[in-house]
């Protein structure tokens, strides 16, 4: 495992079974995934498609079938792994009696931090998510969107390298969404490493660097953001100050057709548009599809 | 007081203990590690499956012996304010309120009003702190689940032996405050419930002896007290104007006077003698028959209850109780023997006498024998004797020890000659370092002694009662811990309520632990399970031995390898009603060390047996599922 791989899967597989070992649903079909060091990685695939599976196996929080899931280099079930990651779940499951305060503390009991250090941290996270002014308060009497803070900050209570965020800005407001993902950029010029699931697209277009789509546990794409959104069968041309041969004789050309010569390029689709050709193109023709790795550049 | 199973002392039980404790933890873990790589082979073949169960033993060794202090205490405040806010609270508000309304349903004139409260106040608490556990312990890790609240605790570094030991102690350290809190309040309720004076009038009195005309003075007087809880007293003053209210209700008062102008006030004391704790010195029981053989046990009077074997009266039959460490230290002021008889009668005779029988005390190297004392057995109540360090028995003769020609023990008597009939010291004559014999003889012809080993004792000091009242707390919170220590092991792979009937199911099959063990070690009529179901079948009696052949080989065969199965499966039921010592506070016999010793132990051996599988099970299982 190259050393700027943080998260590695090989071939997993996780299928659910009953009490009686009967199969269920195969949650997750043969997943070869890698998330690089100092990257915002995003999961993205409708319900059922094996997103937050893929993150509970990272985490340790399921098993696998078979196959493999390696975080910094270690086995997902060894919980040494958890000092240098921090996960925010999908619901913010947090203890409801506890305080801001209190819930801050008591995550960072949970790690090698003094006294002095939890408390430092504590003030600053509770800061950064901006509940200073409810810190004393019982979670139960959170807003579903302080909630969210406060399940950010305990996540990142041990400064952790990795972090995995399940749905991060369900619950929030807009303004509080257009935070959250500003709270990602900035954790990323820190340095860490981030993977998340969502199900909205403009979160994941708007911060992610790579994404890969899943769809009913199969991998059905992968690769850069910027990357997947081009059209490569279309050609776009953007051009100014060409020799005027050349200009003419593209011009030529265009003015055939009756048009005008503003650029040259490669136009892009949205995030929505390449996800739902995806998820088209799964129903139109099920199985497992290849995914074309030169488009990772 | 019925002491059903013979407590043996520490250093003898420390000796098998352990092992025990051993044996049943490999067995249990032989059996765990095959089924488990069972499992795991069925489910990914043989490869994965015994290399996934080689890792989870091996990642075990650490998660078990590198547990983190501070993050095992996060998660035992965690458990602590969890509890809380469940409102634990209002269990200790209902005991409260139990108290208050006590006294609406305690009857204080009862005929001995401290094993009432004692039995009223230790019951309440044990009861109350024992489901609010049970709820607690069984509830907690599958709500943590169902709330998805143990993702965020899991994903931090936080082994699951940490999450179960946090849990664990979390509960206790909660159920220790709430014990200690209801205990101290408890103690308050008994001593003030019971405390109580008397007046004693003038008028009521009259002289002891009839001859002496009333109101004379200067002479012993005797009459009645006042009623209070329920009750009144004998008054018995000498001629100072001093002396006694007579025992009543198990508790006696000192009286004093004073003399006030022409008027004898009398000073009533607080009552004694009701709260205390013995410290019983027992002995060993052995019988001898009519002819004062030595036998295995008394006579069969045909009672269902074989916890007493029977003296015949008018013969040699006798109770011998061989006692160690009857020394001048211990027994400054010589002995005080105390013993409860039951008594058979064949026929009525005088039933307000009781029977007459007689204690002999015998120095065991010497055979040098006495006759200490000749009684009439009091029924239903603690008879207590007082010997003088000085004995100037009726009798003294020597009982020697000799085998007859069928090599059995039979003790001869053997006149002294000289001064037979001169004054023993207690310890220089009748004790050999230390050993004493009590030989116990029924004298009424006819009739019959029933004893027990416990019955008769030696009284060798009082410890204090209110120690003895927080041992019997003790028992309580043992108790406790095994409900904890089930119900948290339990939830770790059940449901919250499957979790708590597994825990009282464990509890309740703890009371046939020692017909299993029995059953597992032989000891039953009928044999093993599979013999017995033949005999059920073909109705034959469980005394006659089966006909020889295969049928009989191969089910006794079977219930070979059953019975050792079975000796495991009762080992790991808890002996829950073992650690009840609520009837010795009650009937005012000290806890001893070795009582607690062997229980602490025997909880600690629970505890951390409970804890490592607890610990498998949460690591083996899926928390997101």
Redesign the interface.
């Known amino acids: 495992m190259p050393d700027d791989v943080i998260i590695e899967t090989r071939n997993l597989t996780k299928v659910y079974r009953d009490f009686w070992g009967r199969q269920k649903v195969r949650a997750l079909k043969a997943l070869d995934l890698e998330v690089r060091r100092g990257e915002i990685f995003g999961l993205l695939g409708p319900n059922g498609s094996g997103k937050t599976t893929t993150i509970k196996l990272i985490l340790g929080l399921l098993f696998p079938t078979s196959g493999q899931v390696l975080c910094f280099g270690r086995d997902a079930t060894d919980v040494a792994k958890n000092e240098r990651i921090g996960y925010l779940p999908e619901e913010s499951y947090l203890y409801k009696f506890l305080s801001a305060e209190e819930t801050l503390d008591f995550y960072g009991r949970l790690f090698r931090m003094s006294r002095r250090l939890r408390r430092q941290r504590t003030a600053e996270l509770i800061s950064l998510v901006g509940l200073a002014g409810a810190k004393k308060r019982q979670l139960r009497e959170y807003s579903k969107g302080m909630t969210r803070r406060i399940g950010l900050a305990q996540a990142l209570i041990n400064d952790p390298e990795l972090i995995l965020l399940d749905e991060p800005t369900t619950g929030l407001d807009p303004l509080g969404i257009r935070d959250m993902k500003q709270m990602i950029l900035d954790l990323r010029e820190r340095g860490k490493t981030i993977v998340m699931c969502s199900h909205r697209l403009d979160d994941v277009e708007d911060v992610c660097d790579r994404i890969a789509i899943l769809y009913e546990g199969e991998l059905k794409e992968l690769g850069r953001v910027d990357s997947l959104l081009k059209v490569r069968d279309v050609t776009e041309f953007q051009a100014r100050g060409l020799s005027d041969t050349a200009r003419q004789a593209v011009g030529q050309c265009i003015e055939r057709e009756g048009g005008e010569v503003v650029s040259v390029g490669n136009p892009t689709t949205t995030l929505e548009r390449l996800f739902l050709d995806i998820i088209a193109e799964s129903e139109a023709h099920p199985g497992r599809r290849v995914v074309r790795r030169e488009r990772d550049a | 007081m019925v002491v059903e199973t013979q407590l043996i002392p520490f250093h003898q039980w420390i000796a098998q203990g352990p092992l025990v404790w051993l044996a049943v933890v490999a067995a249990l873990v032989v059996v765990g590690v095959f089924f488990s790589a069972l499992v795991a082979v069925v489910?990914?073949g043989p490869a994965?499956g015994l290399e996934l169960t080689g890792r989870v033993l091996g990642?075990s060794v650490g998660d078990l012996f590198c547990m983190s202090p501070?993050?095992v205490?996060?998660l035992t405040?965690?458990a602590i304010?969890?509890s809380l806010?469940r409102r634990v609270v209002v269990v200790f508000v209902v005991f409260l309120l139990l108290l208050l309304f006590a006294g609406w349903f305690l009857d204080p004139s009862s005929d001995h009003p401290l094993r009432l409260y004692i039995g009223f106040v230790l019951t309440a608490t044990s009861y109350l702190v024992l489901l609010l556990m049970l709820f607690l312990s069984a509830l907690s890790l599958p709500t943590d689940l169902k709330?998805?609240?143990?993702?965020?605790?899991?994903?931090?570094?936080?082994?699951p032996s940490e999450i179960v030991l946090g849990r664990m102690l979390g509960f206790v350290l909660l159920g220790t405050m709430l014990l200690v809190l209801m205990g101290a309040i408890s103690y308050v309720f008994v001593i003030r419930g019971l405390a109580h004076t008397h007046e004693v009038v003038p008028g009521n009195l009259v002289p002891a002896n009839s001859d002496e005309p009333a109101g004379t003075e200067g002479v012993p007087l005797r009459g009645k007290s006042t009623r209070a809880n329920g009750h009144r007293h004998d008054v018995a003053l000498d001629r100072t104007g001093r002396g006694r209210l007579e025992m009543t209700q198990d508790h006696f008062h000192r009286v004093t006077s004073q003399q006030q102008g022409d008027r004898t006030v009398y000073h009533v004391g607080s009552p004694e003698g009701m709260q205390v704790a013995r410290v019983p010195l027992y002995g060993k029981l052995r019988f001898m028959d009519s002819q004062r053989h030595e036998a295995d046990r008394g006579t069969n009077v045909g009672d269902e209850w074989a916890y007493r074997s029977y003296l015949q009266g008018g013969s040699l039959a006798a109770g011998v109780w061989s006692f160690d460490g009857v020394t001048p230290q211990t027994f400054p002021s010589g002995l005080q023997l105390e013993m409860t008889l039951g008594v058979f009668r064949t026929y009525k005779g005088d039933i307000e006498q009781g029977v007459a029988g007689v204690l002999l005390l015998r120095n065991p190297k010497t055979g040098l024998t006495v006759e200490a004392k000749v009684f009439k057995s009091r029924e239903f109540s603690t008879d207590v004797h007082r010997l003088p360090r000085k004995l100037t028995p009726m009798t003294a003769y020597r009982l020697k020890e000799e085998k007859d020609s069928d090599g059995r023990v039979k003790y001869v008597r053997e006149e002294l000659a000289g001064n037979a009939k001169g004054q023993y010291d207690l310890f220089d004559d009748l004790t050999d370092d230390g050993h004493l014999e009590v030989w116990l003889q029924c004298l009424d012809p006819d009739q019959y002694f029933g004893v027990a080993q416990p019955d008769l004792y030696l009284r060798a000091r009082n410890a204090s009662f209110a120690l003895n009242f927080a041992k019997g707390y003790f028992g309580i919170w043992m108790q406790m811990v095994l409900v904890i220590c089930f119900g948290v092991m339990f939830s770790t792979f059940l449901s919250g309520p499957v979790a708590m009937i597994a825990t009282v199911g464990m509890l309740v099959g703890g009371i046939f632990r020692g017909f299993m063990i029995e059953l597992a070690l032989g000891k039953t009529w009928g044999g093993g399970p599979v013999e017995s179901f033949i005999r059920i079948l073909t109705q034959d009696n469980v005394v006659s031995d089966l006909p020889e052949g295969i049928r009989t080989t191969v089910a006794q065969t079977v219930d070979a390898v059953l019975q050792r199965g079975l000796w495991v499966v009762a080992r790991i039921l808890p002996p829950f009603g073992d650690f009840d010592c609520a009837d010795y506070v009650a009937y005012g016999f000290n806890v001893s060390g070795s009582w607690i010793g062997e229980r602490g132990l025997t909880t600690l051996g629970f505890a951390v047996a409970l804890f490592v599988v607890g610990y498998f099970f949460l690591k083996t299982r899926?928390?997101?599922?």
């Open positions: 489910r990914h994965v990642s501070r993050r205490w996060a405040r965690l304010k969890d806010r709330n998805k609240t143990l993702h965020t605790v899991v994903t931090k570094p936080v082994r899926e928390v997101a599922r």
